[in-house]
Nanobody
Framework: QVQLVESGGGLVQPGGSLRLSCAAS????????MGWYRQTPGKERELVAH???????SYAHSAKGRFTISADNAKKTVYLQMNSLKPEDTAVYYC??????????WGQGTQVTVSS
């Protein structure tokens, strides 16, 4: 059984920062990549940032220059540092883990609200 637990979401003013964390536990082996996605009501879940087992990162256009994804492989944790937040960043943020042999696992989501 694999569990992903996100934390760090909350309410922040425009221009503020948040750091999301996602800790994986259980039988998490052969991780190929980890990522952060977000979803707003009525819209499909979209990729925010992605990091491979080799540390190669990629970002959605909206996240470039403001968000930074990082991972601690020993702790099986992935982070998303979000700076210069905008109201349009408001969403439920989900982390995922892509494994080589067992497919993809998702966390339960954490709400991020950017509002004054």
């Amino acid at each position: 059984q694999v569990q992903l637990v996100e934390s760090g979401g909350g309410l922040v003013q425009p221009g503020g920062s948040l750091r999301l964390s996602c800790a994986a536990s259980g039988s998490v082996f052969n991780v190929n990549a980890m990522g952060w996605y977000r979803q707003t009501p009525g819209k499909e879940r979209e990729l925010v940032a992605h990091i491979t087992r080799y540390g190669i990162t990629s970002y959605a256009h909206s996240a470039k220059g403001r968000f930074t994804i990082s991972a601690d492989n020993a702790k099986k944790t992935v982070y998303l540092q979000m700076n210069s937040l905008k109201p349009e960043d408001t969403a439920v943020y989900y982390c995922n883990v892509v494994t080589v042999f067992r497919g993809t696992f998702w966390g339960q989501g954490t709400q991020v609200t950017v509002s004054s």
